[in-house]
Each structure stands twice: as C-alpha cells, then as structure tokens.
C-alpha cells in the first residue's frame, strides 16, 4: 500500500517564477492537506483540499493556489515566487469519513528559490 | 484561534535520561491532540494520539496525556536512547491540524 507520494523532491526556482508540487495521497484518503515548514520551524497550515473544493484555508496569501482532482490527488501552485517561499512543503492526507485527526505525511518537495 | 506552544529546544540528554517536553495549547472546543516526530531526512510521523480529555497516548515507550484543565499534552519517556534523536512536533486537530515550532532532541551515548 503506497503512502503518500510527492514530487518533485527538490527543485529551484528564481523569484517571480510560478511553480507546481503535485501529491498522491494514501490509499483510501479523500483529503489532502498542504504545509509549508521553514527551515528549523513547524510545519504551517496553507490548506486543505476535500472533494475537489477548498475546504480550509491558513494565512497564506492569494499566490498559493491548490486544486483537488477527480481521483483525490492534488496540486499546490505558488505564482510571483518570492525568496521567502523557499521552504519544505509536505503534502499530508487522511479519511473525512473515518476521521480521529490523523494525518499521514509525504517527504516533502523542498523548493529553493533564487 | 487554534495554537500549539511547546517547550523550545534544543535538549540533549544521555541515554536512560528522563525525556519530558511541554506542550500546551489554545482551542475552541474539543481539538484532538497528537505528537509527531521528524527523524533526520525523512518525513513526519504520528508518533501518539489523544482524542478525548484524560486519555493518554503511548506509543515506542513515549507517553502523553490529554489534560483539559491545564491545556497541556506533555511528551514523557522514562529512559531515552541514542535513536530516539529527531525533531518531536506537538499538534492539535479542530477543523485543520496544526503545529508547535518543534522541540529538537539528541540523545549522547
């Protein structure tokens, strides 16, 4: 049974650039949730994903963008990166049905920007 | 809103030490409670739960217990080994998961 996968694993970027992380969350999971984890802080909320809506947000501005599809994988966009972004973002996934909190955890895409 | 606040790091301990790390947190309601763990290069992992006031997550000798009245979850583990070196992640779940800043531990031979 496949965990939760990201890609890429790592990847640069220069500042006003747009990228795309992309997540397939655990067998069975509906929902998938993204955050961003500086270097040497905790993993901060950007949001969560369940039926192809956004369900949740944190405080992250506009340019943080998700979207959800059909077979519960997702996307995390970041349009007009700015050298701040730079930071690991993991992609976490759980049952809504099934819920008692747990998330389940990918390695993370560790994004450079330049 | 939900927040975490836990103890800052680093600690570093010899092995057989007693671990403790605090947790305590702010929330509407009846969050779930839960500590992960970071292991150098690698993602995180639940390492113990709590859903409900008085219970007590365990888990690989690490315990925590779920205290209403003060707002706390402390990690506790009687005696530490070199492996259990990694960065612990204290966490609660109301609608969203989040997350404390992170307590590093190295456990010395």
């Known amino acids: 049974d496949a965990g939760v996968t990201q890609s890429p694993t790592h990847l640069i970027k220069t500042r006003g650039q747009q990228v795309t992380l992309r997540c397939s969350p655990k067998?069975?999971?509906?929902?998938v949730s993204w955050y961003q984890q500086a270097l040497g802080q905790g993993p901060q909320f950007i949001f969560q994903?369940?039926?192809?809506?956004?369900?949740q947000r944190g405080n992250f501005p506009d340019r943080f963008s998700g979207h959800q599809f059909p077979n519960y994988s997702s996307e995390l966009n970041v349009n007009a990166l700015l050298l701040g972004d730079s930071a690991l973002y993991l992609c976490?996934?759980?049952?809504?049905?099934?819920?008692?909190?747990?998330?389940?955890f990918g390695e993370g895409s560790r994004l450079t920007v330049l | 809103g939900n927040s975490v606040t836990q103890m800052e790091g680093p600690v570093t301990l010899s092995e057989e030490a007693f671990l403790t790390i605090n947790c305590t947190y702010t929330?509407?309601?009846?969050?779930?409670l839960f500590w992960y763990v970071q292991y150098p290069g690698e993602g995180l992992q639940l390492l113990l739960k709590?859903?409900?006031?008085?219970d007590k997550g365990s888990n690989k000798g690490f315990e925590a217990t779920y205290r209403k009245e003060t707002t706390s979850f402390h990690l506790e583990k009687g005696s530490v080994q070199v492996s259990d070196s990694a960065v612990y992640f204290c966490?609660?779940?109301?609608?969203?998961?989040?997350f404390g800043a992170g307590t590093r531990l190295t456990v010395k031979p």
């Open positions: 976490a996934s759980s049952s809504l049905a099934g819920d008692t909190g747990e998330l389940f």
């Open positions: 067998s069975g999971h509906d929902t």
């Open positions: 994903y369940y039926e192809e809506e956004e369900r």
């Open positions: 929330a509407t309601g009846y969050p779930s």
């Open positions: 709590a859903t409900k006031a008085d």
């Open positions: 966490a609660l779940n109301n609608n969203d998961m989040r």
